[in-house]
């Protein structure tokens, strides 16, 4: 058999600029190469020089999906250094938001980007036309997501109200009251995408996967927790980095991320599931067993079910937050700058999210390193890619690419918003 080339110049359905590169020679897989060439963002240098008040604003930038993460990540790290604990309705207010977010972003993923590949469109724009219905309660369920951003944050993207120490103003309990009614339409919404899920088709493909999350002894973990593994992982967020490492390819402008002495690993929904499934509520526990998910689940295509079972559970929690809410007083409280070193971890939608900041005695930040999802995971990508490839050998160019970037979009890749669809070269060599 000849070798050859497959190139995905730009993928599409992920957010941001990527590219895939799978050499064959004699049948199996010489190379893999998810490419990421957008330049670098530069947000760790931005931050230098920079007051420690403001990592939350500034690295809320770095997504239009998953910012409040990254200002929630970059606000328990700094509150965590200076020794404070914000009143614990404030906690709530924070989880309530994550909740909000998780919702957005999965239904987004579920149904825009991921379920075409499984039902063979190309784009959710003709999958729409034949699942009209299907979209617009799925478009419905986002807005309740959305809302909730709206309301605790002032706006959808890029919010403006979270802040070291808590929050620039507190909602009322009608604002939040408000909010009951979209969740219970949205409840009954994630109830059926969990089903629709299940209903997918989903190649025979399983690995042996390094998960890694965080973990709570009380709550399905977001905002709090230590982190563990399958693998026998448990550690405090303050020891990261003596446990993990980011390595530089140069095909990617985006880190590879490994942990020291294993390798690869899986952040993210699938991660979480198997992790965490015992602290999932009943309903969301009895939902993943009606749509086929068990622990372990070690089938990367099922992670589209993953995020269908996390949303319901996002929705079930986020209307336990809302009836039991009580605004924060105070909203915020004053938080004097500490030298030292500080780190955070909270699960973003597609993984944990790590920050640690260098920081000096008049509260100046001097250096800074944040770990997204999507480095996290792009190793472990290119590994499905290399272990996935040879099965699809034999079927026609086209079905090979579209099975690569569907493997690829299991992970839900953020790189940031793409608006193109994929083009396939092949070099015969």
């Avoid at 957005?104 to 999958?127: K, N």
């Avoid at 997918?200 to 982190?227: C, K, M, W």
């Avoid at 622990?295 to 949303?311: G, H, M, W, Y």
Wanted: hydrophobic letters at 40%; glycine letters at 6%; one cysteine or more.
């Amino acid at each position: 058999m000849r070798g050859r080339t497959i190139k995905v110049d730009m993928l599409a359905r992920v957010e941001g600029e990527g590219a895939l590169t799978v050499k064959v020679r004699q049948g199996g897989v010489d190379d893999v190469q998810l490419r990421i060439f957008e330049p670098p963002r530069l947000f760790e240098a931005f931050l230098r020089g920079r007051d420690f008040r403001e990592a939350g604003d500034i690295t809320a930038r770095i997504c239009g999906i998953c910012h409040s993460a990254y200002q929630m990540t970059a606000s328990h790290a700094m509150e965590d250094l200076c020794g404070v604990k914000p009143d614990p309705r404030v906690r709530n207010l924070r989880r309530l938001i994550s909740c909000g977010e998780w919702i957005e972003s999965h239904t987004l993923h579920v149904y825009l980007l991921h379920a075409p590949d499984f039902l063979g469109y190309e784009d959710a724009i003709r999958m729409a036309q034949d699942y009209g219905p299907v979209v617009a309660k799925a478009l419905k369920l986002k807005k309740a997501g959305n809302l909730i951003m709206s309301t605790l944050l002032g706006r959808e993207v890029h919010p403006v109200n979270m802040r070291v120490g808590g929050f620039w103003r507190a909602p009322s309990r009608e604002e939040v009251a408000s909010l009951e009614a979209p969740l219970e339409e949205a409840l009954e919404i994630a109830r059926e995408t969990v089903q629709f899920t299940g209903g997918l088709t989903f190649p025979d493909f399983e690995q042996n996967y390094q998960f890694v999350a965080l973990r709570s002894e009380d709550e399905y973990a977001i905002n709090h927790g230590r982190l563990v593994s399958n693998k026998g992982l448990d550690i405090a967020v303050s020891e990261y980095e003596q446990y993990f490492v980011e390595e530089q390819v140069p095909h990617s402008t985006a880190l590879h991320s490994v942990v020291k002495g294993s390798g690869a690993y899986l952040v993210g929904p699938l991660a979480r599931f198997n992790l965490n499934f015992d602290k999932l509520s009943p309903t969301a526990q009895a939902a993943a067993r009606e749509a086929g998910m068990s622990v372990p689940c070690l089938n990367p295509f099922k992670s589209i079910v993953a995020r269908a079972v996390e949303t319901l559970y996002a929705c079930e929690e986020a209307l336990r937050l809302i009836r039991t809410y009580e605004p924060p007083q105070p909203a915020a409280v004053e938080v004097s700058p500490v030298a030292g070193v500080a780190t955070g971890c909270t699960e973003a939608p597609r993984g944990i999210l790590y920050h640690r900041y260098t920081v000096d005695e008049r509260g100046v930040i001097l250096n800074a390193k944040i770990v997204p999802p999507t480095s996290q995971n792009q190793k472990r990508i290119e590994m499905d890619l290399r272990a996935l490839v040879p099965a699809y050998l034999d079927e026609p160019e086209e079905h090979l690419t579209w099975r690569c970037e569907q493997a690829i979009r299991n992970y839900d890749p953020c790189i940031s918003c793409s608006t193109h669809f994929l083009r396939l070269n092949l070099e015969r060599l």
